[in-house]
């Protein structure tokens, strides 16, 4: 019989690590539904979740450089990460790798590290998203809504590469542009025309990002909306208070009142008449890369920097769950696979069961950090248990 939920989401049934962080070898079987890893500090639950979010582009969950994941005293200078994946197009074997390049030096560019796809590793890590989209939520996300609006443009950029692969790369050919523009700028006598060539090119990809930003935004919204609707219908109390989401950008802006073509020439004059202030301040002081998402608990509208820190976490949890059931609506009816870590941590006894209700009912796969066994007992029957130390990962029974 076919299990309809676990054939509605991306599956991994195996996972092999060797020489990553804590991990010398690793070979993990486990099945679709939740996995909870517990143990105590430095054992090794997140570096396990870490070594997982490498299957997609990018530098994965911490965002740390490839040479810093390869595991001290390894006895060869790569590290690798492979898991067989069950997703839209069957079993596939996923793979990625990096190597320490030869003078020793460790340069972590992001073209280094190899992937491979049934054991093709002609193709890039691109290819992998065919086959798999992951979502995370870490314990340093618990300050997004406080912290520098960085880390929320970041966050922001991440929701909407998970499902337009393309919008990365618009990302770093407008950083790549701007670049060039500061250098240019930072010369007293610099080639205006040449400046004007690039200026004409960042307004194409700023309007590019901005309207992949606008359109994923308003896709999470209409997801948290329908949610919230659902609950209303059924006389239910939603544990995760809904999110309105406000995105706030200089070319968002213009993009919602003009047409395209119109922005691009509208953001090229910005660029144009601010080229003084700009060559003074050494930076571009206007664009894409200054956008900020703003979030406010819609129910109580407060702006969600306002709410307490369990409130926080409660909106960030709702808004990854959205973000789960908007790729899964853009992803051939899959779940993506959802890495939680620290999830237990600010989230009372009754939010921590709306939780893992929710992530039941999802049918999708889900990996569950923290210290203590107890924080997931109402999972107890329903979840694959697995106890970390030192780098090794043995199953509860
Ligand atoms: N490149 C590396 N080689 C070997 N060990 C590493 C490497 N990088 C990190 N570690 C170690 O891995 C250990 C486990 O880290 P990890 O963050 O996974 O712990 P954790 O189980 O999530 O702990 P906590 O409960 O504190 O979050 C740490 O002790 C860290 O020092
Ligand atoms: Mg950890």
């Given at each position: 019989?076919?299990?309809?939920?676990?054939?509605?989401?991306?599956?991994?049934?195996?996972?092999?690590?060797?020489?990553?962080?804590?991990?010398?070898?690793?070979?993990?079987?486990?099945?679709?539904?939740?996995?909870?890893?517990?143990?105590?500090?430095?054992?090794?639950?997140?570096?396990?979740?870490?070594?997982?979010?490498?299957?997609?582009?990018?530098?994965?969950?911490?965002?740390?450089?490839?040479?810093?994941?390869?595991?001290?005293?390894?006895?060869?200078?790569?590290?690798?990460?492979?898991?067989?994946?069950?997703?839209?197009?069957?079993?596939?074997?996923?793979g990625t790798s990096w190597q320490l390049p030869d003078n020793g030096t460790g340069t972590s560019r992001l073209g280094g590290r190899i992937a491979s796809l049934d054991g093709d590793a002609t193709v890039g890590i691109g290819a992998l998203a065919q086959h798999i989209r992951l979502i995370w939520l870490t314990p340093s996300m618990d300050r997004l809504f406080s912290g520098p609006g960085g880390d929320r443009r970041r966050f922001l950029d991440r929701?909407?590469?998970?499902?337009?692969?393309?919008?990365?790369?618009?990302?770093?050919?407008?950083?790549?542009?701007?670049?060039?523009?500061?250098?240019?700028?930072?010369?007293?006598?610099?080639?205006?025309?040449?400046?004007?060539?690039?200026?004409?090119?960042?307004?194409?990809?700023?309007?590019?990002?901005?309207?992949?930003?606008?359109?994923?935004?308003?896709?999470?919204?209409?997801?948290i909306d329908a949610a919230q609707a659902r609950?209303?219908?059924?006389?239910?109390?939603?544990?995760?208070?809904?999110?309105?989401?406000?995105?706030?950008?200089?070319?968002?802006?213009?993009?919602?009142?003009?047409?395209?073509?119109?922005?691009?020439?509208?953001?090229?004059?910005?660029?144009?008449?601010?080229r003084a202030l700009d060559q003074a301040a050494g930076r571009t002081l206007n664009g894409p890369h200054r956008s900020?998402?703003?979030?406010?608990?819609?129910?109580?509208?407060?702006?969600?920097?306002?709410?307490?820190?369990?409130?926080?976490?409660a909106l960030l949890v709702g808004l990854i769950l959205a973000q789960a059931r908007m790729v899964k609506s853009q992803f051939q009816g899959r779940m993506p696979v959802l890495l939680l870590d620290e999830i237990a941590a600010h989230l009372d006894k009754d939010r921590r069961k709306g939780l893992f209700d929710e992530l039941l009912a999802t049918g999708g796969q889900c990996w569950l950090t923290g210290t203590d066994t107890m924080q997931f007992e109402t999972l107890q029957t329903k979840a694959q248990f697995f106890t970390v130390k030192d780098g090794i990962v043995s199953p509860q029974h």
């Open positions: 019989m076919i299990d309809e939920k676990t054939h509605s989401a991306v599956v991994l049934k195996r996972l092999d690590l060797s020489n990553f962080r804590n991990y010398s070898v690793l070979h993990l079987d486990i099945d679709s539904g939740p996995i909870v890893l517990t143990g105590a500090n430095g054992a090794g639950k997140t570096n396990l979740l870490e070594a997982i979010s490498m299957l997609m582009a990018g530098r994965g969950m911490r965002g740390a450089g490839f040479e810093v994941l390869l595991a001290k005293n390894s006895p060869v200078p790569q590290w690798a990460v492979s898991a067989l994946v069950d997703g839209p197009f069957g079993p596939v074997r996923l929701v909407v590469s998970v499902t337009d692969l393309a919008h990365s790369r618009a990302i770093s050919a407008f950083e790549k542009l701007m670049r060039q523009r500061n250098s240019l700028l930072a010369e007293a006598d610099y080639d205006a025309v040449w400046v004007s060539t690039i200026e004409k090119q960042m307004a194409a990809q700023a309007v590019a990002i901005a309207a992949a930003r606008l359109a994923s935004i308003d896709t999470l919204q209409g997801h609950d209303k219908a059924r006389g239910k109390v939603s544990i995760f208070p809904a999110a309105r989401l406000i995105l706030q950008g200089s070319v968002e802006a213009l993009l919602r009142d003009n047409p395209a073509v119109q922005c691009e020439d509208e953001y090229a004059k910005i660029l144009f008449d601010s900020d998402l703003m979030v406010l608990h819609a129910e109580k509208d407060m702006e969600a920097r306002a709410c307490s820190t369990g409130e926080q976490k």
